[in-house]
């Protein structure tokens, strides 16, 4: 995982290793360990009902986990917390939120989409291969300054989320030193509390309910990618030709809400992506929009190298209108040419990104899909690299 260049990030990396005897070993050796006791916390829902170790003197308070009413996207709940002891080397306050979603999504956009909420720059994360597992480190600054620190470790659970959250300050006053201490109590404290939890259920791995494998073989390799069962896969061409398209579509009372494409072609020669994005990245997409405008271009940026070996990759933006010439969202799509191969995925939702719960929630299903298939991607050409 990437390092983070920034004063009080040191050996990250430690921290998220998964579950293990090593990590279990390190905790041990962890004298932040010491004098801390099993606490459960009950919030009325065995899928979220946890025990975890925390210093003896802590004082959790929990209430019960609140249901999503029918016909709406889900409920976010503050279900516990333990305030910081005032007395410790380093106070650290945890914070439990729940989530009770109409579809599940992936647990790295959740503690994303929660951080950014708080106003935290996400510097580190690492994602399960499943996507159902995150742990994120997130920093807020005084000007190059971090002042704040937040360590999450998020889980899908079936339709529901957990995010625990640890909370400290990191005082201007004090020196980088200083600040560089505070920091890696944290990452001890947190990698004793995150490895010690237990569900009640018995499952401690994060999860996700309500979903279908979608069947590809794309340059040799058979995959299935997991999608919500109410997405609809009305073109599926990946079953080992060259040329390919994958379309996967949300719709609501016949009204599409969002989609997912995935176009793979050969391509000998290493092209001018810019151009040949902004070209038939709309062509193919007034095809998908029947009785709307093609979507317009409103930004394309070359992206960072993908394996060192003369890959290319490119972003754009579009945005989009309906049949009646109203807003519908905006388009995103990546471009990726590797060893005379061209792929490009597109991701579409219908509704206005303003930052609110709502809007966020309605995009999570189309964000996980997304990042399942571009993660296939980057799994693909690094295996090719």
Known sequence: MKRVSVTVVTALSLLFVS???GLAQDAEKSAVKDGWVERAFDFSD???DF???LPKESRPATVPMKLRQPDTLGNVTIIGEVPAIATAEVPIRMTVIGYDLRTSGAADRICGWVLTQARYKTVEELVSPHRSVASVVGLK??????VEGVISNCQTRGFQAIAVNLLFDLPKDKSAEDRDAIFDFATDYAQTVFD???FKNGQNDGYRD???DVPIRIDGKSLDISIPDDWEVPINDFDGRANAELHVIKQDEDVAKGGVWLIASDMKDKPDLAEIGSKTIPFFLKAQFSGSDAPKPEGNKAGPDINGKGSLLHHFLFSVKDHKGEDSGDIRAIMIWNEGRLYTLIRWSAFDQDGSSNAFFSTLPMLTIYDA???MLEKLLSEKG
């Open 19 to 21: 579950s293990s005897a």
């Open 46 to 48: 065995p899928d979220l």
């Open 51 to 53: 025990k975890v170790l």
């Open 141 to 146: 600054y005084d000007g190059d300054v971090p």
């Open 196 to 198: 010690s939890i237990t």
């Open 210 to 212: 309500g979903l279908k």
């Open 373 to 375: 298939f571009a993660a």
